[in-house]
């Protein structure tokens, strides 16, 4: 049976010049209709994390989250998944700064613009949606309010407001921004996700 994740493994090989024959296959298999492209790994966490919460299997429904590794690999993606190439509707998810590089990639790709912008990023919008105190007790669920502390206790953290302290905190170890997107989303419990995340999945 096909997997998503050798999906996805194809299809970062086809974006780095291999063939593709095999993403095509397991496009097909898969019975793929839509692809989400995503700028990183945290922002895939936090997707999966809500179909998850919303009790849905996106792979059964045809769609394959992508993480592109950084959005100026959005025209390259999207070429390769879109109408010039496997002929997938295209929809994401990106940063304000990045909205450009979205744009003009749906547009090469002869696809209708369809992605959510978050105003900074997503870990700003998860922030906002759960208040920075929720957010902290997050961290301390994570055994992590002696980092926390050691990281607010920095001179350049002196002044700034916690939400940004808090986002930048998510920034400042390998993986953690991949964990905190899935944990700050469950931590949402029965509340709403922040909009360009709940429109994401409302639109697929």
Same mark, same amino acid.
């Given at each position: 049976?096909?997997?998503?994740?050798?999906?996805?493994?194809?299809?970062?090989?086809?974006?780095? $010049?291999?063939?593709?024959?095999? *993403?095509?296959?397991? *496009?097909?298999?898969? $019975?793929?209709?839509?692809?989400?492209?995503?700028?990183?790994?945290?922002?895939?966490?936090?997707?999966? *994390?809500?179909? *998850?919460?919303?009790?849905?299997?996106?792979?059964?429904?045809? %769609?394959?989250?992508?993480?592109?590794?950084?959005?100026?690999?959005?025209?390259?993606?999207? $070429?390769?998944?879109?109408?010039? $190439?496997?002929?997938?509707?295209?929809?994401?998810?990106?940063?304000?700064?990045?909205?450009?590089?979205?744009?003009?990639?749906?547009?090469?790709?002869?696809?209708?613009?369809?992605?959510?912008?978050?105003? !900074?990023?997503?870990?700003?919008?998860?922030?906002?949606?759960?208040?920075?105190?929720?957010?902290?007790?997050?961290?301390?669920?994570?055994?992590?309010?002696?980092?926390?502390?050691?990281?607010?206790?920095?001179?350049?953290?002196?002044?700034?407001?916690?939400?940004?302290?808090?986002?930048?905190?998510?920034?400042?170890?390998?993986?953690?921004?991949?964990?905190?997107?899935?944990?700050? %989303?469950?931590?949402?419990?029965?509340?709403?996700?922040? !909009?360009?995340?709940?429109?994401?999945?409302?639109?697929?």
């Amino acid at each position: 049976m096909a997997d998503m994740d050798a999906f996805r493994d194809e299809i970062a090989r086809w974006a780095a $010049g291999g063939a593709p024959d095999t *993403a095509a296959e397991l *496009a097909a298999d898969l $019975g793929l209709r839509t692809a989400v492209l995503l700028e990183g790994p945290s922002d895939l966490a936090a997707v999966e *994390a809500l179909a *998850a919460r919303e009790d849905r299997d996106l792979t059964a429904e045809g %769609v394959a989250v992508v993480s592109m590794g950084g959005a100026m690999s959005v025209g390259r993606f999207a $070429g390769l998944l879109g109408p010039p $190439g496997l002929g997938l509707r295209l929809t994401g998810l990106c940063d304000a700064r990045e909205e450009p590089f979205y744009a003009r990639g749906w547009q090469r790709a002869g696809a209708v613009r369809d992605f959510q912008v978050c105003v !900074a990023d997503l870990e700003d919008e998860m922030i906002r949606a759960l208040g920075p105190e929720r957010v902290e007790e997050v961290i301390g669920a994570e055994d992590e309010l002696r980092p926390w502390q050691t990281f607010l206790a920095q001179p350049a953290q002196h002044g700034r407001p916690r939400h940004q302290q808090l986002r930048r905190f998510l920034s400042t170890k390998k993986g953690r921004k991949i964990r905190y997107g899935s944990l700050l %989303v469950q931590a949402l419990d029965g509340g709403r996700p922040p !909009a360009p995340l709940a429109g994401l999945l409302a639109g697929l």
